[in-house]
């Protein structure tokens, strides 16, 4: 790969050629997590007039493939140069999705975590929300990531991460963990709900509430939970 990238102009290489998704190199070389050839590539776009941001048929960048593929290395590698290399860490898909979208999604903690860490110094946003109104909060407890949906909490005051966003249907975060019988997520939100401000009652668009969804879907260890505790979190029953 360095010898190409070397000898790219003499022997006329396209180093910026796409395939029939639209993928660059750069975008293959971070799905697979080859960091060293990303590294190399990213060293020498500026020279070789390489489109670190150049998005594939579905609108992701190398950036997202690194993640969504939980190539943590390579991910970090990208984020520790993103300034110098005026790389978006914030673009989004064709579904609205960011790289931390995609890193919450598919649920190994090292990549989130990372990115939540370097949010404040490199303008992450950690309440984007994607074309269904959904933030990586959401995701993260719609899929059942719990390691991902705890490193979010403990550190949602100081990153003012929003627990209680809302997505185009109306429902938070507890009432996705609550509907798909995520019990874990579900006893975490409840535990810390008053310390974080979080809104057990809310209702969607259709008026229900993460208790009728419990209900709805037979979730029994969420519903004995949300019973017990009722009195003590105020919830509506």
Excluded at 103 to 130: F, R, V, Y
């Amino acid at each position: 790969a360095l010898i190409l990238l070397k000898k790219a102009d003499k022997l006329q290489i396209d180093l910026k050629a796409k395939d029939n998704v639209d993928h660059t190199a750069f975008h293959l070389a971070c799905s697979d997590g080859h960091s060293d050839i990303a590294e190399m590539i990213m060293k020498t776009s500026s020279i070789s007039k390489i489109d670190l941001n150049s998005k594939d048929l579905w609108g992701r960048t190398a950036f997202h493939l690194a993640c969504y593929n939980d190539h943590s290395e390579t991910a970090e590698m990208i984020v520790e140069i993103s300034t110098e290399m005026k790389i978006d860490l914030n673009i989004k898909d064709r579904w609205g999705n960011t790289a931390f979208h995609l890193a919450c999604m598919k649920g190994p903690s090292e990549i989130a975590e990372m990115l939540m860490k370097n949010s404040s110094d490199l303008e992450i946003d950690l309440n984007a929300k994607n074309n269904n109104g959904l933030t990586a909060f959401n995701i993260a407890c719609w899929k059942g990531h719990s390691e991902i949906a705890e490193i979010m909490m403990k550190n949602s005051s100081d990153l003012k991460i929003n627990l209680n966003s809302k997505d185009e249907s109306g429902m938070t975060a507890f009432h996705m963990a609550c509907m798909k019988g995520h019990s874990k997520i579900a006893e975490m939100i409840m535990e810390k709900s008053s310390e974080l401000k979080i809104d057990l009652n809310n209702k969607g668009k259709w008026g229900k509430t993460a208790f009728h969804l419990v209900c709805c879907n037979g979730c029994s260890v969420i519903a004995e939970l949300m019973l017990k505790k009722s009195s003590e979190l105020k919830i509506d029953l």
